[in-house]
Every structure is written in C-alpha cells, then in structure tokens.
Nanobody
Framework: QVQLVVSGGGLVQPGGSLRLSCAASGFTFSSATMTWVREFPSKTLEWISGINSSGGTTYADPVKGRFTISRDNAKNTVYLQMNSLKPEDTAIYYC????????????????WGQGTQVTVSS
C-alpha cells in the first residue's frame, strides 16, 4: 500500500535548521510531484514548496531563500531543508504526492504523509 513517512521534526531555536524527510513507497515516486504543506495551530494550511518529476521547484514567498526542497529518486525520498527558522514557521509539516504539475489544492493530491511537528521557540 501507499505510504509517505515523514520524519525530522522537532524543537529548534530561532535561527536554527532542520531537515525533514518524506520516504515514499507503494507508488511511482519518480513520476510524482512532491509537495510540502504545513498546518498552523490555527488549522490554516499553507503550501510551502513543491518539486516535480523533472526536478523543477516552487516555493511560497514566506520560505523563499530559507527552505530548499530536493528529491532522491533512488531512495524514493523528498527532503525539505529549513534554515533560518522563525517562530512563525511553527506548524505541522506534511508531504503530499500527486501525478501532475504542482498544485495548491488539497483535493488534487492522491497521497499524504502523517505529518511532523516543527516548533521554533527559544
């Protein structure tokens, strides 16, 4: 069956870094667009970054220049390197997968990971 296993969250001080990983199985990872989405304590969702099957990337304005998405098709894993973290980055981070171009519509993603908590606080 399809699995997206997210790891790497935790507590970090402002200005610190974390790397999230999303290990995929059960579908053709190399053909999928992989996206990171976060859910704030208010329950608002924000699409923050995506990478398509060709390696093209997109970032939301709040994370541009601080976050980097990458993928390793040999390991069926997508990463999110997060630098210069701010308290407003505190959220649950999810990865999602779809066949097709990047989208910021929840109903267009076939597969979702379980989420990992990222807390940025001193």
């Amino acid at each position: 069956q399809v699995q997206l296993v997210v790891s790497g969250g935790g507590l970090v001080q402002p200005g610190g870094s974390l790397r999230l990983s999303c290990a995929a199985s059960g579908f053709t990872f190399s053909s999928a667009t992989m996206t990171w989405v976060r859910e704030f304590p208010s329950k608002t969702l924000e699409w923050i970054s995506g990478i398509n099957s060709s390696g093209g990337t997109t970032y939301a304005d709040p994370v541009k220049g601080r976050f980097t998405i990458s993928r390793d098709n040999a390991k069926n894993t997508v990463y999110l390197q997060m630098n210069s973290l701010k308290p407003e980055d505190t959220a649950i981070y999810y990865c999602a997968a779809r066949y097709g171009p990047y989208s910021n519509r929840r109903d267009e993603y076939e597969y979702w990971g379980q989420g990992t908590q990222v807390t940025v606080s001193s």
